[in-house]
């Protein structure tokens, strides 16, 4: 069972270059977001996709963008890597209130 | 203050040990709550939701309360296997869409 399948699940940028994370999920959840997780501040909504076609700022959203290209794929875009977006992403599905379910994560570093 | 708030301990207790963890939310309008697990270098993975009425799942229980908005989860007979980081979770509906906020976490070392 794939579940929700991020990648790449290693980066190493430098500053300036970009990238994208790619994010899918086979279980037909609405639902899509994607967090970043840093050492002591937990884990912070960066965007997030309601359903097909739309999309919202989280609580940290600068820096990034994203696309929701189809009900299962939700990418997450760094136009100009900085260090300050060395971190942990984790991509997420839910369907209405319930469970959310992460991927693997993807650890990226910028030097 | 923070929105979710947690000890981030970390907690060693020797195995067989009961340990509770506790966590507060701000927001008084949250919806529901949930337990999540976070083994190191993994992903979070969901341990248990939790219902006013209190909940219990094998060694852990689960309580809610709303009047001093707390959460709290109880783990007996701890294994070392329980070692890893507990996150509180609080989901409240924000403008159509499910604002999920995690706490920072708590670190459980179950010693053998």
């Known amino acids: 069972n794939a579940g929700v399948t991020q990648t790449p699940k290693f980066q190493v940028l430098k500053t300036g270059q970009s990238m994208t994370l790619q994010c899918a999920q086979d279980?037909?959840?609405?639902?899509m977001y994607w967090y970043r997780q840093d050492p002591g501040m937990g884990l912070r909504l960066i965007y997030y996709?309601?359903?097909?076609?739309?999309?919202d700022k989280g609580e940290v959203p600068n820096g990034y963008n994203v696309s929701r290209l189809n009900k299962r794929e939700f990418s997450l875009r760094l136009e100009s890597a900085a260090p300050s977006q060395t971190s942990v992403y984790f991509c997420a599905s839910s369907e209405g209130y319930g469970e959310l379910f992460f991927g693997e994560g993807s650890r990226l570093t910028v030097l | 203050r923070k929105e979710v708030e947690q000890d981030p301990g970390p907690f060693n207790v020797p195995e067989g040990a009961t340990v509770a963890f506790n966590c507060t939310y701000s927001n008084s309008a949250s919806q529901s709550f949930f337990w999540y697990r976070q083994d190191c270098r993994k992903e979070p993975k969901l341990l248990m939701s939790v219902y006013s009425s209190g909940n219990e799942d094998g060694r852990f229980t689960a309580q809610l309360n709303r009047a001093s908005q707390y959460i709290s989860l109880l783990i007996r007979d701890s294994k070392l296997s329980d070692s890893a980081t507990y996150l509180c979770v609080v989901n409240m509906n924000s403008g159509g869409y499910q604002k999920v906020t995690f706490g920072t976490g708590t670190k459980l070392q179950v010693i053998p």
């Open positions: 996709s309601a359903s097909e076609g739309t999309t």
């Open positions: 279980m037909n959840h609405n639902s």
